[in-house]
């Protein structure tokens, strides 16, 4: 079983010949808090992809020569990619997750969204939105691969190949609500507790930190799942939570 690549840390942010960013590599799975780019997914998911493409497009051995030995001449041209390596990105509603990248309006994407290689990349992710912790947990559980079967465009949890890295995009919202900011602060708490009320967001009624634990962990089992069914690749797992 090959190990997966380790993703840099510049491949969260867009690409910068002048600049490229840390290079440091990413575990797998990784654990990321903000604050970054609502196009953080994208990014990691193109740079990934780029990355499997540069090696499945690896130079050919030089052909021999008559006489059964080598030619001193350049590598033959790369085959063509067969199976090209897919993503899969999980989030929210995608109403919301279209508003965070409109409001974002980054340069990158409006200056290289429609190159080809970009456009390219970009159709071999698929993004599945779920609006409450229960989709996601109900998604992680159903999701499946059509391993080269006829794939049923109405099947959501179908994939058209096993993806070689998940992506979990801001799943701790779904746990969260909105915060009136005018409650006064009680005399009687902690410094911790006052501070804790100057936030915006704060868990739910009746949802704690083991439900949002639980879903991290299904989205493991899932990537477990992926890599037991298709032997050639292990997949990295990336949680992305934005912070403030």
């Given at each position: ?117 970009v456009m390219h990349r970009l159709k071999r992710v698929d993004m599945r ?116």
């Amino acid at each position: 079983m090959n190990a997966p690549h380790a993703l840099p840390l510049f491949a969260l942010l867009p690409p910068s010949p002048s600049a490229p960013g840390p290079s440091h590599p990413l575990p797998s799975p990784a654990y990321i808090i903000g604050p970054l780019p609502p196009t953080t997914p994208l990014h990691l998911a193109l740079n990934h992809l780029a990355f499997e493409d540069s090696q499945a497009r690896a130079p050919s051995p030089p052909a021999p020569s008559r006489k059964g030995k080598e030619k001193a001449t350049a590598s033959l041209p790369s085959e063509p990619i067969v199976a090209p390596s897919r993503v899969l990105i999980l989030t929210g509603t995608k109403g919301d997750f279209q508003d965070c990248i409109e409001r974002e309006n980054e340069r990158w994407i409006r200056d290289y969204g429609g190159i080809f290689d970009v456009m390219h990349r970009l159709k071999r992710v698929d993004m599945r939105y779920c609006p409450t912790p229960e989709h996601l947990q109900l998604y992680l559980t159903m999701v499946s691969s059509s391993f080269g079967r006829s794939r049923d465009p109405q099947e959501c949890h179908q994939l058209e190949k096993a993806p070689s890295l998940i992506i979990v995009y801001d799943a701790a919202a779904m746990f969260l609500e909105e915060r009136l900011v005018d409650e006064e602060p009680d005399d009687s708490e902690s410094a911790m507790e006052q501070d804790r009320r100057q936030g915006k967001w704060q868990f739910k009624p009746g949802v704690c930190i083991h439900d949002y634990l639980n879903l991290l962990a299904a989205a493991r089992a899932t990537a477990h799942h992926f890599s037991s069914s298709d032997p050639s690749s292990v997949l990295p797992v990336v949680h992305y939570t934005v912070g403030s």
